[in-house]
């Protein structure tokens, strides 16, 4: 594809990429927005993965914690326990697959990491939840995905406060990016964090503004998966906002993601697809 190009270490492994890539989202909770990323036994999480894999999928995006408005708190080692028998699951059947996990805790990241070999933690408290986190990557040497969000997931819609919503996001980011960057971490990518501290028009502001996300010198993950953002505007539910999804995916990599995160694989490989034949 022209002019694309994505090259990231994951524990010493070079992996370049010539196309924009798919992340399949598992959510091992029972309480998660979208009730079709739930998964409640082995053969849920084998048969779910199995299926973002076939349909397109290249990492798979693991969640132990719920970080919806109003979720229940989980603690630590529970988080702990429903992510480990997840990633024991994935790594002894699908081996050579690129896994995240999305934990705003250095604990489990470290846990995740050591046990499972785990390649990306995908922070959505981009440092700001746990003051450990940056260090502990670092040490892993493992990829980071650095989110923005203000506040905690019970009070983030609290804090949408902006005087320029894309100009204020990415002057924060850039803060915590130099932070991270400090701490010895070398592979970030950057998630604007659609649908966290952020309302539905700030959503679609920044979603129109995304290629300035670039002026921060890393890859660009969207998640824009089947959000409120997409449901509130068609007058739908989560479940009926596959269509949505799709064409904001499309609009996405469009704008200069290079990363979609999604709830379902086949039609965003389908959008990749698509945008690789409109810039041959």
């Known amino acids: 594809m022209k002019d694309f190009s994505m090259t990231l270490n994951f524990h010493g492994e070079l992996r370049e990429y010539r196309q924009p890539v798919v992340a399949g989202i598992i959510n091992v909770t029972p309480d998660s927005f979208y009730r079709g990323s739930r998964t409640e036994s082995a053969d849920d999480i084998r048969l779910r993965a199995e299926t973002l894999l076939t349909a397109g999928a290249e990492w798979l995006d693991i969640g132990g914690y719920s970080t919806r408005p109003g979720a229940d708190t989980v603690e630590e080692e529970e988080e702990y326990r429903r992510l480990s028998g997840a990633l024991e699951i994935l790594r002894r059947d699908f081996p050579d697959v690129v896994l995240s996990v999305d934990t705003f805790r250095s604990a489990v990241a470290r846990r995740c990491v050591e ?157 990749v697809k698509l945008f690789a034949a409109l810039n041959q």
């Open 115 to 271: 046990d499972w070999n785990v390649e990306i933690i995908n922070d959505i408290g981009g440092g700001t939840l746990d003051n450990e986190m940056w260090a502990t990557v670092a040490s892993l040497k493992c990829a980071y995905i650095l989110m923005h969000t203000r506040g905690t997931p019970s009070d983030m819609q609290n804090h949408t406060d902006y005087d320029n919503v894309t100009a204020d996001v990415i002057s924060e980011l850039a803060f915590l990016l130099q932070g991270a960057r400090a701490a010895g971490i070398a592979d970030v990518i950057i998630d604007p964090g659609f649908g966290f501290a952020k309302t539905t028009e700030q959503n679609f502001r920044m979603l129109a503004d995304l290629r300035e996300f670039r002026l921060l010198g890393c890859p660009i993950l969207a998640g824009l998966s089947r959000k409120s953002m997409i449901w509130r505007t068609l007058d739908c539910t989560p479940d009926e906002s596959l269509n949505g999804t799709t064409a904001l995916n499309m609009v996405a990599l469009m704008n200069g993601a290079s990363i979609l995160r999604v709830h379902d694989a086949r039609e965003a490989a389908e959008c």
